[in-house]
């Protein structure tokens, strides 16, 4: 927008805009006119609740979640089991993991994958922090929940080699069909997984 | 997210992201977590900005554009054309001319367009103020630039007749095939229109 009759206010706020997940320029500045037309119902309250979030809201020293308290309110739960850690590449994995209401345990954030293509090393991640916590007498399962993707199964492989010291059982998510999931829809590689995995009916 | 272990500071951040165009519940989720991530590179400096950005801008009383002056930038140039006035329907609208180059009049922003269905009447939209600027003696052509929707067209429509007793000449952007655009992509209308206005090569 340089260069046009916008004013420095506007052309800030598109261009900080443009830099979150999902917005491209266009979005950016639709995003922009929005909260300008809606300063007191949009735009302040977000001004506020960014402002709140920067100042109360650190990351977990001990599972890598992001909350106000720190240790965050998983690790602190006292109704949470504290024998299953359930290991997740991203804290948006968690959120999914907790929506989904499946696991009752305590996470561990490993902050990505092992890469090769993007240079991340298992030193990038909190990989060491694991090993420690699995190393605790308490734990007895680890759970590998990363994603099915060449990275996330790498990286399963390797936190499975370096748990083999600790005296826990390392088990990964199932594979198969989405519930509702239409077979026509779903890559050989997932269809191959579920004939393997099928179960009595 | 409720009922969730996720604390109301990122609770309420995450609501009101999702509240932005072009964000859904997952993509606000995301951008939540990179601004998490980024306190001091993005969500703060976000913050700040969305607050000045409430305080400073306002909406020109003659045109309806947002700026940090009132009238407007574009209003108050001296070296603007003032014979000329193009109607948009939106901010976008005279963002987008403004970065094609292709004005350098004064707009007039309608705000919307006439629409039976969502019940939008030429009293909800800056019509009247138009007639009174189209009216001035300085002002010798309006140029609609409504999109070439059927709303948009309407309108367009609505307006020509009531400049009917203002002294001014009335056109329109022209139709046609897009720069670049392949008449493969085309919908029939288009073509059509292309076609009519077809000029002599
Ligand atoms: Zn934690
Ligand atoms: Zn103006």
């Known amino acids: 927008m340089s260069g046009l009759n916008v004013s420095p206010?506007?052309?800030?706020?598109?261009?900080?805009?443009?830099?979150?997940p999902g917005l491209g320029p266009r979005s950016a500045r639709r995003a922009a006119l929005d909260l300008l037309k809606k300063p007191n119902?949009?735009?302040?309250?977000?001004?506020?609740?960014l402002g709140e979030a920067a100042d109360r809201i650190s990351?977990?020293?001990i599972c890598g979640n992001v909350d106000a308290q720190n240790p965050c309110h998983i690790c602190t739960a006292p109704g949470r089991d504290i024998t299953t850690l359930c290991v997740v590449q991203d804290v948006a994995d968690l959120w999914a993991m907790e929506r989904a209401g499946a696991f009752r345990g305590r996470y561990h954030i490993l902050g990505g994958t092992l890469s090769a293509l993007d240079g991340i090393r298992p030193e990038d991640l909190n990989i060491a922090s694991l090993i420690d916590r699995a190393s605790h007498e308490d734990v007895k399962e680890v759970?590998?929940?990363m994603n099915a993707t060449v990275d996330g199964q790498t990286t399963a492989h390797y936190i499975t080699d370096h748990l083999a010291k600790a005296n826990v059982q390392v088990s990964r998510l199932a594979h198969g069909v989405?519930?509702?999931?239409?077979?026509?829809?779903?890559?050989?590689?997932?269809?191959?997984?579920?004939?393997k995995s099928r179960r009595p009916f």
Request: net charge negative; aromatic share 2%.
């Open 9 to 20: 206010e506007i052309e800030r706020l598109i261009a900080l805009l443009a830099k979150l």
């Open 41 to 49: 119902a949009l735009m302040r309250p977000l001004a506020l609740a």
């Open 59 to 61: 990351t977990c020293q």
């Open 143 to 145: 759970i590998l929940a």
């Open 178 to 195: 989405p519930v509702g999931g239409e077979l026509d829809y779903l890559d050989d590689g997932t269809i191959s997984a579920a004939m």
